[in-house]
C-alpha cells in the first residue's frame, strides 16, 4: 500500500484522474505486488510560485516542477524502483507532463509504520 502524494501546478488539475490512473498503472506494471485497486494518493494543486525547483539543477531544463512524495514499506530492489521511475515518468508524459519537470521521491519505511483500517492482529 503505497501513499503516493502530488504536488503540481493547479493548472494540471483538469488532468488529475488521468495522472491518478497512470501513476497507479505504473505501480502495477513494475511488478511490485502492488494490486490495481490499491490506489492512495494526495493530490495538492499549488498556484504560480508555490512550487520552487531549480531550474537547471543537474543539466535539465526544467520549466515548472511536479513533485510525486512516494511513502511505501521498504521491501523493494533498487531495480524495481528504478523500473517504477521508469513507468511514471513515462506516463506522466502521456498527461503532457515533461520528464524534466518531475521530481519523484521514494521514502521507506517498515509493516511497523502502518495502520490501515485495522490494527494489526484483527
Known amino acids: 500500500m503505497p501513499l503516493v502524494q502530488i504536488d503540481l501546478d493547479r493548472s494540471l488539475m483538469a488532468r488529475k484522474e488521468d495522472i491518478s490512473n497512470k501513476i497507479q498503472e505504473a505501480f502495477v506494471e513494475s511488478e511490485l505486488g502492488v494490486p490495481a485497486n490499491d490506489k492512495f494518493q494526495i493530490f495538492r494543486p499549488h498556484d504560480a510560485?508555490?512550487?520552487?525547483?531549480?531550474?537547471t539543477y543537474n543539466g535539465v531544463d526544467r520549466r515548472s516542477v511536479t513533485y510525486i512524495h512516494i511513502t511505501m514499506v521498504h521491501m523493494y530492489p533498487v531495480e524495481a524502483k528504478n523500473r517504477l521511475y521508469k513507468n511514471i515518468v513515462q506516463r506522466m508524459e502521456e498527461?503532457?507532463?515533461r520528464r524534466e519537470d518531475?521530481?519523484?521521491c521514494i521514502v521507506e519505511n517498515g509493516f511497523e509504520d502502518w495502520c490501515a483500517g485495522k490494527l494489526r492482529g484483527e
Open 49 to 55: 510560485g508555490e512550487l520552487v525547483a531549480d531550474p
Open 95 to 97: 498527461c503532457g507532463v
Open 102 to 104: 518531475l521530481l519523484i
